[in-house]
């Protein structure tokens, strides 16, 4: 059988022995060919996708995939690059540790129009224009005993919290400087950082302040420095939040989420035990009233939480008829008009008897008269003096079951016998 060839040697043209063997294989077990032909094409798209990907589509805007198969737009390499030659660099930092939309050091360079991550050779690898960010972050990066940054720069559809969600980009810079420092700059890489976006942007770079929100927490890396973040779980992944003066953050795992107050319809609490609690944020309906849940909130931050959601009237949905638990129809019908086990207990603690009531409409009430309906004062001792007697004879008997012949051999003595003479008297007075 004749096997046809072009495609299988067009595809592993870089890998002549394994080119052989596969070849070797398909003679003698036709029924792969099929199977085989598929997977050099899918090489030879892969391929001519890595040509495209370096040379640069002629558009405008690309989509990428990265490594974890998300879908993310960013500006094209080459319009990147053209942007970034027809003007001069404002700030270049090289080794700055980026972690999304790729983890890899890069050299980052600003200008008056562009923010981008340059690779070894001076390529372009990524990046996006000044005029489509409208949130840029720069936190404390938690859990560190040497004091780190992240920056968080949100473009449009970047939040985490749209259908179309694109990725922002995030970096770390410390406080040690990177080889060949920052270019016209002092020594302090984030100060220089945030001077030179807050220039260029028409927005301020967000910070956490102590005013703001600070954590209950005692920050158990460097003891003597305020945390500003607050540990919670987004499903299975564990991170972090921030609430700074105009948005609320979550990192540093994919997806990051910014949700600017703008953005949030309210929020709410849930899944509460005697250690954490969840806070839900809810989106407006412009961002598709999603609903996100931060879980295994530790509760020493709730007074916290709470006051930041109250004072920037983040509207406290916990209570909305929405998130009640619903009661089956039969129990409503079985209960009403019955009180409550609540309220039963309440009536008894105050030592109101439910049975008996001074209720005119009741059939056991009597009317209290100046008539026989009250008794004298001797009647009442007699009867309190009986019943005391009746009580102490009751507790001996029980005395006597309980303890048996031993009871026998207890004598009062002379000491105790004016008392028991009190008690005798108490009773007639």
Request: glycine share 4%.
């Amino acid at each position: 059988m004749s096997v046809p060839t072009s495609v299988l040697e067009e595809a592993f043209s870089d890998a002549p022995q394994l080119r052989q063997e596969i070849l070797k294989h398909v003679a003698k077990n036709p029924q792969f060919l099929d199977l085989f032909h598929r997977i050099s094409r899918h090489i030879l798209d892969i391929k001519q996708a890595g040509v495209e990907d370096r040379d640069g589509p002629t558009t405008k805007r690309r989509k990428l995939e990265n490594n974890t198969g998300l879908q993310i737009e960013v500006y094209s390499k080459s319009t990147l690059a053209a942007e970034l030659s027809s003007q001069p660099v404002l700030l270049r930092i090289p080794d700055i540790s980026f972690s999304i939309p790729q983890r890899k050091k890069f050299t980052l360079v600003l200008s008056a129009t562009v923010i981008g991550a340059l690779g070894p050779n001076e390529s372009v690898e990524f990046g996006v224009r000044l005029d489509e960010i409208d949130y840029v972050a720069c936190v404390p990066v938690p859990e560190k005993a040497v004091r780190q940054w992240n920056f968080a720069v949100f473009a449009k559809n970047s939040h985490g919290i749209t259908d179309t969600a694109t990725d922002p980009l995030l970096f770390t810079v410390t406080d040690i400087p990177p080889k060949g420092g920052a270019s016209g700059e002092d020594g302090d890489i984030r100060k220089t950082i945030i001077a030179t976006l807050n220039r260029i942007l028409p927005i301020n770079v967000a910070q956490p302040s102590p005013e703001v929100f600070r954590s209950l927490t005692v920050n158990s890396y460097r003891k003597n420095e305020t945390s500003f973040h607050i540990n919670s779980h987004l499903g299975t992944k564990e991170g972090f939040l921030f609430f700074l003066d105009d948005a609320i953050l979550w990192g540093f795992k994919k997806p990051l989420f910014c949700f600017t107050f703008d953005s949030i319809e309210s929020s709410s609490y849930s899944s509460i035990t005697q250690r954490t609690f969840s806070l839900t944020i809810k989106t407006t309906a412009q961002f598709s009233s999603k609903e996100i849940e931060f879980s295994m909130i530790d509760q020493i931050e709730h007074p916290a939480i709470d006051d930041f959601l109250r004072r920037n009237q983040l509207k406290d949905a916990s209570m909305a008829e929405t998130k009640r638990a619903r009661i089956p129809s039969s129990l409503v019908k079985e209960n009403t008009g019955a009180k409550s086990e609540l309220q039963a207990a309440e009536n008894e603690i105050a030592g109101v008897n439910q049975s008996d009531s001074d209720d005119e409409d009741d059939d056991d009430y009597e009317q209290e008269s100046d008539g026989s309906d009250h008794t004298g004062e001797s009647d009442s001792d007699d009867s309190d003096a009986e019943i005391n007697k009746n009580q102490r004879t009751s507790s001996r008997n029980l005395a006597e079951d309980e303890l048996g012949s031993e009871l026998e051999d207890v004598d009062i003595t002379d000491d105790e016998e004016p008392y028991h003479k009190e008690r005798k008297l108490g009773s007639g007075i």
